[in-house]
């Protein structure tokens, strides 16, 4: 039950992630023995790069603690949906934190909201969305896989969140969400090939006073039809965006300090002109031999290559009911 509240210790059976680089984390289970694929009982050693590591030993140890591993050493940290979106099994493809914060800010998710999202997959979005409603609200996720759906909810249940979450295996393009959602949803949320299919179904589950509508899709065309469906059924401040995320390199550099000096100086007239050339060639060189003034400038610049394409997120928002 690591994700249900924070805690100070691990106990038997809770999820915790190993630490060993900022590239380098796993989620293993704190349990001190495992069947293996004969059926003998055995005990659970976990291996990195690190060397081995006897999760037996991790039990009782605080959260944040170092822990020898047989060739060096890591840290025991209680997880995150941060951590969990990093290091989760991959059942699907998924979204990472970029995406997430704007479908967050932008559903108006907070702790009371009922949230339903259609795309289950491997969790990474829907332990974002739990946390945020945590304790009064409520996820309703659908997957049309019954396999992943069962491994979400098995997944949920160990985790602590099984209380806030309902998992459902369903094809929500043809049969919708169900006659129990109907007016029920603070904010629909899909992830889904042709979103444009469960638009009408997700217009019903709004509530009557309205909700906020997101929809994720990897190509622009997904988003052209969803948003022409959302048009279609009422929707109003509809709009797509590409959230792309990108580092500026921070450096000290030298630059050198212009000489202005001459500024302060009334321009030589023509007859003056050749008397002072011996003058400003012999001044040239005397300069040439004096090191010039340099100064140390905080910069900011671009790195040389973007990071790629993930999807377009597409936000609307239902009015309601006595203005649609």
């Not at 974002?128 to 409603?133: G, Q, S, T, V």
Request: charge should be negative.
């Amino acid at each position: 039950m690591s994700f249900l509240k924070p805690k100070d210790v691990i106990e038997e059976g809770d999820t915790v992630i190993l630490y060993l680089t900022v590239n380098s984390m796993h989620a293993i289970e704190a349990t001190p023995t495992i069947v293996n694929k004969k059926g003998e009982t055995i005990e659970n050693i976990f291996q990195t790069s690190y060397g081995a590591l006897k999760v037996r030993n991790i039990i009782g140890v605080s959260y944040g603690s170092r822990v020898e591993l047989s060739k060096g050493w890591a840290y025991v940290l209680q997880p995150n949906p941060e951590l969990w979106t990093q290091t989760l099994p991959h059942r699907t493809q998924i979204i990472y934190t970029p995406d997430i914060s704007m479908i967050l800010f932008q559903l108006e998710v907070r702790p009371g909201s009922v949230i339903i999202e259609s795309g289950t997959g491997s969790g990474s979005l829907s332990h974002y969305f739990l946390r945020a409603i945590k304790p009064s609200g409520h996820l309703h996720t659908f997957d049309f896989h019954e396999a992943r759906a069962q491994q979400a909810r098995e997944e949920f249940q160990r985790h602590g969140l099984g209380d806030f979450v309902s998992v459902y295996h369903r094809d929500v393009c043809q049969l919708g969400f169900g006659d129990e959602l109907d007016g029920k949803a603070d904010a629909v949320f899909l992830d889904l090939p042709a979103p444009q299919l469960a638009v009408p179904f997700a217009t019903k589950t709004l509530k009557l006073e309205g909700g906020r509508f997101c929809s994720f899709s990897p190509c622009i065309e997904q988003s052209q039809r969803c948003c022409i469906a959302l048009q279609e059924h009422g929707f109003t401040e509809i709009r797509s965006m590409e959230i792309l995320q990108q580092e500026h390199i921070v450096k000290t550099r030298t630059m050198p300090v212009l000489d202005l000096e001459f500024l302060k100086h009334k321009k030589p007239s023509t007859e003056n002109k050749d008397e002072n050339n011996t003058e400003e060639t012999s001044a040239k060189l005397e300069s040439a031999k004096t090191p010039k003034e340099t100064k140390k400038v905080l910069t900011s610049s671009a790195p040389p290559t973007l990071p790629g394409h993930t999807g377009y997120l597409t936000f609307a928002t239902l009015p309601p009911a006595f203005v649609r």
